[in-house]
């Protein structure tokens, strides 16, 4: 799983706040691999080839609804353009797997994103606005459920 984003310009950061969150709430199988990647960049390329399932968190802006919104798409559906479910990142997950079908690798991805309030402060600022830290625990949950869907349970923390 990638959670991208820069925890420090306030709501690109949810993904890292996600990750965060996912290790204090749950035991994490052996099986699932938790990244808090930052930016995407090519360099995952390696596990696009190791994996079978890539999960991917982030923050969307562009869709007109509510900050706090939690999305489920298809990489595609953040193509290489601006506007709803647009990434705010150079590199998108799309672009990643188109680059890894070129080198030969395959591997399911989807993603997760909560539609942010304020994703480029003005000033370096770590935390979320009132919305997404209110609806993080939304996002979360929505990753486990995910992961058990997929096979993959987590088991909550005592």
Do not use: W
């Amino acid at each position: 799983m990638f959670f991208v984003g820069n925890r420090l310009m306030m709501d690109d950061g949810v993904a890292p706040a996600a990750f965060d969150l996912m290790l204090d709430t749950f035991e994490i199988p052996a099986n699932v691999q938790l990244l808090d990647v930052g930016c995407m960049a090519l360099d995952m390329l390696g596990y696009v080839e190791a994996c079978d399932v890539i999960l991917t968190v982030d923050a969307v802006d562009g869709t007109g609804d509510a900050p706090g919104t939690v999305y489920r798409f298809e990489p595609d559906a953040m193509a290489r353009h601006a506007g709803p479910e647009a990434s705010l990142h150079d590199l998108k997950l799309v672009d990643l797997f188109d680059a890894a079908s070129l080198m030969g690798y395959a591997a399911e991805g989807y993603c997760l994103g909560m539609q942010v309030e304020n994703p480029s402060p003005s000033e370096f600022y770590v935390g979320l606005t009132p919305a997404c830290e209110a609806a993080l625990p939304l996002l979360v949950e929505t990753v486990a459920a995910e992961l058990d869907r997929r096979g993959f349970p987590l088991i909550r923390k005592g």
